[in-house]
């Protein structure tokens, strides 16, 4: 068993532009707007290499800059773990659509943020950080295993660590093949020490056997259906609600990971 400190989230989702603005939602005291998606302009990067980014990466590095507001730590610190099911369709559909054409002109740029860790080189031109970097991909799963690699980096290194998960919807030429048709991006700053900013604590242990994710509500429910980064609610929600809980998530290879929430 593993236990985990947590100790600043962020958020970006239809009707949930950051941490604070989601509280109320996963509360329960204010429905979700899933009309209004929030606008990603992440300023960790500078202006020149945000122009090369995609919608994907912004999402990823926008959910980092609301949960690093408040960090009392110089962002070279940390290690990272950047969680993604799909990568980045939007970059597979358009070097798709220069394969068809003559002389197949794939842009460079788009050639380059193929890459599954694209999001993961961005954080480092952002953050000047040299320390561990993870980016891996689970299907369905991928926020439970992003929160398990993150969880055991923190452990072993004795280090902070920022757990980022996300996906972005497909676009319509890929919409309907994979997991994702809507936007959901969560960032967690892990500490394997207890301190003054941790705002829950985290047992995690992984388990034989098969779980049913926990009930939410409707909307929030179909957020989870459409993307995998979106089965970190149930733990958002009993943050949010600073509930003490146990949870359940599926996990890879018919394994569960049991989480205990202590606040």
């Not at 236990?3 to 600043?8: D, L, M």
């Not at 939602?25 to 979700?32: I, S, W, Y």
């Not at 993604?84 to 050639?111: A, W």
């Amino acid at each position: 068993m593993m236990r985990i400190s947590i100790e600043h989230i962020g958020l970006m989702a239809p009707g949930m532009a950051g941490w604070d603005a989601a509280r109320p939602v996963l509360r329960g005291e204010q429905a979700p707007d899933t009309q209004t998606l929030p606008a990603f302009w992440p300023n960790l990067l500078p202006p020149n290499e945000r122009r090369r980014t995609t919608a994907l990466i912004k999402l990823a590095l926008q959910a980092a800059e609301d949960a690093l507001r408040h960090s009392p730590y110089a962002l070279y610190e940390l290690a990272s773990v950047f969680a993604s099911s799909e990568g980045d369709g939007e970059v597979v559909d358009r070097i798709c659509q220069s394969l068809t054409l003559p002389d197949r002109p794939v842009s460079p740029t788009h050639f380059h943020n193929s890459v599954h860790n694209a999001p993961a080189g961005y954080w480092a031109i952002a953050s000047g950080s040299r320390q561990f970097s993870t980016s891996l991909a689970a299907g369905a799963d991928t926020f439970a295993a992003g929160l398990l690699e993150a969880a055991t980096v923190a452990i072993l290194q004795q280090r902070p660590v920022l757990l980022l998960s996300y996906d972005y919807a497909l676009p319509p030429a890929l919409a309907g093949r994979g997991y994702v048709d809507t936007i959901f991006g969560v960032a967690l700053l892990l500490s394997a020490q207890a301190s003054d900013a941790t705002m829950g604590s985290l047992q995690l242990e992984l388990k034989a056997g098969t779980v049913v994710p926990p009930i939410l509500p409707a909307e929030l429910a179909e957020l989870r259906e459409y993307n995998p980064a979106a089965a970190a609610l149930p733990l958002l929600i009993a943050l949010a609600r600073a509930e003490t809980a146990d949870l359940a998530l599926p996990c890879h290879d018919k394994l569960t990971l049991q989480i205990g929430i202590d606040m």
